[in-house]
């Protein structure tokens, strides 16, 4: 059974940086594309980061763009996220989600293009 699971979130002043971590189960890593979202009260759920398992390949939101950085230990079968310079506005729940279909999506920062998904971890940045 696949599964993954998000760690690392929790309280930070602006300025501020974390680092959160999905841990996954179920599945051999290989070619495939992972992603992480979030979804701020009342918003719609966005997708800020993806990485091509295969060559290390990532693509980044305009929000977060130089910023936030994504990165695997494939030996670990766990994908990271680094986020530095945090602002207010990076307060939300954030979500790992798989694509095990193989290579990368079309779209690979929509929500359509992933199946599995953790439960999610909330992430709060304060002024």
């Known amino acids: 059974e696949v599964s993954l699971m998000e760690s690392g979130g929790g309280l930070v002043q602006a300025g501020g940086s974390l680092r959160l971590s999905c841990r996954t189960s179920g599945f051999t890593f290989g070619d495939y594309a992972m992603a992480w979202f979030r979804q701020a009260p009342g918003k719609e759920r966005e997708g800020i980061s993806c990485?091509?398992?295969?060559?290390?390949?990532?693509q980044y939101a305009d929000s977060v763009k130089g910023r936030f950085t994504m990165s695997s230990d494939n030996a670990k079968k766990t994908v990271f996220l680094q986020m530095n310079s945090l602002k207010p506005e990076d307060t939300a729940v954030y979500y790992c989600?798989?694509?095990?279909?193989?290579?990368?999506?079309?779209?690979?920062?929509?929500?359509?293009?992933?199946?599995?998904w953790g439960r999610g971890t909330q992430v709060t940045v304060s002024s």
């Open positions: 989600a798989a694509d095990l279909r193989g290579g990368i999506g079309v779209d690979p920062l929509m929500r359509y293009e992933y199946d599995y």
């Open positions: 990485i091509s398992i295969s060559d290390g390949a990532t």
